[in-house]
């Protein structure tokens, strides 16, 4: 009995400190999943302890999935970012633990703002921030800061200046607060953003300098960059073009101090247009051509058109008229090759897509057939058992059902035709779809005759797209992100009861 009692203590410590080991292992995957610089790393180390997951207690279970959940974002793998991130809030509303379920809440808000679905991210922005409510530890009021700027910049993106100006200012009361740097550098920058789109420019250039100011102290040169081309957009917008050279000039300095071509490139455009705007063509000119070196050595299409664009101003304005032609002509070139480079593009995703969706349409459709045929011989062995058995209401039930069956099969086999020819239908009409449309607007004309009417901001996205622009291209020309431009279409489009740009401009086509 003694070695018994001897042999099983010896056991339960070998298991002890087994279950240590494996704890000590799970914890230091999560912190290595945690700090990895990339997320396919991060899932690497998430990987590695998947099966000692299932074992381990609701504490540790709920950081593995909130460290699944952020790898997934990080990716673009939003669907698997929010099935981690369901479980995660369960596990958290079981524990009680309000801080993570706030985190949860965040991140949840950013992987559907990811997918512009902005209403459903606000929603879940505004459940965190009730659990954070009159909470005062640090802790809280950080997760809280940074829900707060968060929803402050999903109503920005979708034109609620008064309450992006009303969210972001609590995050930065709360920065204030915690004297935390980074969080007075972003919303400050949050706040100007909002204020230009607002014209507000004082105030917007008051809180891009006070966000310029930290930032440097926090040596963060990408965000700093931003903000110095921001500087200078503005200062341009009140035509003080001497104080926008300024910062386009700091601007290319932090381009070229972190290597970032692009930026360099695009940086020099606008210090060419500003060159222009002060009356200095020789330093315009020569800025120009360096683009469009660069351009070709970097196969940056888009700045390449700036730069003809450049030239074509220079020329224009110096009553060049040949040069003028020329270089305009380049320029048309080279958005020619975008616009079918584009168009090829999107041909191909739909290619893909149609091929894929075929693909599922007749796997289900033999399936469908199948069971057909399955049923028919079903219904004729319960048609000889009738005739066996005739008068019996159990064989009279199953005539019915087998009946309503196959009639059921028989829709369903014809709606898959009916998809796949669908299918065929969209596939054709996008091939043969112009690569630029073009037609004369008038924003009261098109108004009138809407019942619910167009904003100066949808109406100018609308018109933009109708002249064959990209998304990116609105972006870039209105000033806002590429999301905002699909917001302002969705909107524009529901508006004119049409479903895509082809509708908008047959629409227009028939009431002009």
Same mark, same amino acid.
């Given at each position: 009995?003694?070695?018994?009692?001897?042999?099983?203590?010896?056991?339960?410590?070998?298991?002890?400190?087994?279950?240590?080991?494996?704890?000590?292992?799970?914890?230091?995957?999560?912190?290595?999943?945690?700090?990895?610089? @990339?997320?396919?790393? *991060? !899932?690497? +180390?998430? /990987?590695?302890?998947?099966?000692?997951?299932?074992? %381990?207690? $609701? &504490?540790?279970?709920?950081?593995?999935?909130?460290?699944?959940?952020?790898?997934?974002?990080?990716?673009?793998?939003?669907?698997?970012?929010?099935?981690?991130?369901?479980?995660?809030?369960?596990?958290?509303?079981?524990?009680?633990?309000?801080?993570?379920?706030?985190?949860?809440?965040?991140?949840?808000?950013?992987?559907?703002?990811?997918?512009?679905?902005?209403?459903?991210?606000?929603?879940?922005?505004?459940?965190?921030?009730?659990?954070?409510?009159?909470?005062?530890?640090?802790?809280?009021?950080?997760?809280?800061?940074?829900?707060?700027?968060?929803?402050?910049?999903?109503?920005?993106?979708?034109?609620?200046?008064?309450?992006?100006?009303?969210?972001?200012?609590?995050?930065?009361?709360?920065?204030?607060?915690? @004297?935390?740097?980074? *969080? !007075?550098? +972003?919303? /400050?920058?949050?706040?100007?953003?909002?204020?230009? %789109?607002? $014209? &507000?420019?004082?105030?917007?250039?008051?809180?891009?300098?006070?966000?310029?100011?930290?930032?440097?102290?926090?040596?963060?040169?990408?965000?700093?960059?931003?903000?110095?081309?921001?500087?200078?957009?503005?200062?341009?917008?009140?035509?003080?073009?001497?104080?926008?050279?300024?910062?386009?000039?700091?601007?290319?300095?932090?381009?070229?101090?972190?290597?970032?071509?692009?930026?360099?490139?695009?940086?020099?455009?606008?210090?060419?247009?500003?060159?222009?705007?002060?009356?200095?063509?020789?330093?315009?000119?020569?800025?120009?051509?360096?683009?469009?070196?660069?351009?070709?050595?970097?196969?940056?299409?888009?700045?390449?058109?700036?730069?003809?664009?450049?030239?074509?101003?220079?020329?224009?304005?110096?009553? @060049?008229?040949?040069?003028? !032609?020329? +270089?305009? /002509?380049?320029?048309?070139?080279?958005?020619?090759?975008?616009?079918?480079?584009?168009?090829?593009?999107?041909?191909?995703?739909?290619?893909?897509?149609?091929?894929?969706?075929?693909?599922?349409?007749?796997?289900?459709?033999?399936?469908?057939?199948?069971?057909?045929?399955?049923?028919?011989?079903?219904?004729?062995?319960?048609?000889?058992?009738?005739?066996?058995?005739?008068?019996?209401?159990?064989?009279?039930?199953?005539?019915?059902?087998?009946?309503?069956?196959?009639?059921?099969?028989?829709?369903?086999?014809?709606?898959?035709?009916?998809?796949?020819?669908?299918?065929?239908?969209?596939?054709?009409?996008?091939?043969?779809?112009?690569?630029?449309?073009?037609?004369?607007?008038?924003?009261?004309?098109?108004?009138?005759?809407?019942?619910?009417?167009?904003?100066?901001?949808?109406?100018?996205?609308?018109?933009?797209? !109708?002249?064959?622009?990209?998304?990116?291209?609105?972006?870039?020309?209105?000033?806002?992100?590429?999301?905002?431009?699909?917001?302002?279409?969705?909107?524009?489009?529901?508006?004119?009861?049409?479903?895509?740009?082809?509708?908008?401009?047959?629409?227009?086509?028939?009431?002009?």
């Amino acid at each position: 009995m003694k070695k018994i009692s001897l042999l099983i203590g010896l056991l339960l410590l070998v298991a002890s400190g087994y279950s240590q080991n494996i704890n000590s292992k799970v914890e230091e995957m999560l912190q290595k999943a945690f700090e990895a610089q @990339n997320p396919e790393d *991060g !899932l690497v +180390y998430l /990987n590695k302890i998947s099966e000692q997951i299932s074992t %381990a207690n $609701d &504490s540790v279970r709920l950081e593995y999935l909130i460290a699944k959940s952020v790898a997934h974002g990080q990716l673009g793998n939003a669907d698997s970012s929010l099935i981690f991130l369901d479980q995660a809030e369960k596990v958290s509303q079981q524990l009680g633990d309000d801080l993570r379920l706030i985190k949860i809440y965040n991140t949840k808000g950013l992987v559907l703002m990811g997918l512009s679905k902005y209403e459903k991210a606000l929603d879940v922005f505004q459940k965190g921030l009730a659990i954070g409510e009159n909470k005062k530890d640090i802790i809280y009021l950080e997760a809280i800061r940074k829900i707060l700027g968060n929803s402050g910049g999903i109503f920005y993106e979708l034109g609620d200046y008064q309450g992006a100006l009303r969210h972001t200012s609590r995050a930065l009361d709360i920065s204030k607060q915690l @004297n935390d740097s980074s *969080g !007075l550098a +972003y919303n /400050n920058l949050r706040l100007a953003l909002t204020y230009q %789109a607002m $014209d &507000s420019l004082e105030n917007s250039i008051k809180h891009l300098t006070l966000s310029q100011q930290v930032l440097y102290n926090l040596h963060d040169t990408s965000t700093l960059l931003y903000v110095e081309n921001t500087l200078g957009l503005v200062y341009g917008k009140k035509d003080q073009f001497k104080k926008s050279l300024t910062h386009y000039q700091a601007a290319l300095k932090l381009a070229q101090q972190i290597r970032n071509e692009e930026e360099i490139i695009h940086t020099k455009v606008f210090l060419g247009q500003t060159h222009f705007s002060l009356g200095d063509l020789t330093m315009a000119k020569k800025i120009a051509s360096e683009i469009i070196k660069q351009t070709n050595e970097n196969g940056m299409a888009n700045h390449k058109q700036s730069g003809y664009e450049l030239l074509y101003d220079i020329a224009y304005k110096k009553n @060049n008229w040949q040069e003028a !032609l020329a +270089y305009k /002509n380049k320029g048309l070139e080279i958005k020619d090759s975008i616009d079918n480079v584009e168009i090829k593009s999107r041909i191909a995703e739909l290619e893909t897509k149609y091929e894929t969706e075929k693909k599922e349409a007749e796997i289900v459709k033999i399936s469908l057939e199948n069971d057909l045929n399955a049923a028919n011989l079903a219904s004729s062995r319960n048609a000889n058992i009738a005739m066996a058995i005739s008068g019996s209401l159990t064989v009279i039930l199953l005539i019915v059902f087998f009946t309503l069956r196959h009639k059921k099969q028989l829709v369903e086999k014809e709606a898959q035709e009916l998809q796949i020819d669908a299918l065929k239908k969209r596939f054709m009409e996008l091939h043969a779809s112009p690569a630029e449309l073009a037609v004369a607007l008038e924003f009261n004309e098109l108004n009138s005759k809407l019942n619910t009417q167009l904003t100066e901001r949808e109406f100018e996205a609308l018109k933009l797209s !109708l002249e064959g622009k990209t998304n990116t291209e609105i972006a870039d020309i209105l000033f806002i992100s590429v999301s905002t431009v699909k917001f302002h279409l969705r909107n524009t489009y529901s508006k004119m009861g049409v479903g895509n740009r082809k509708e908008a401009f047959q629409l227009m086509l028939k009431t002009s």
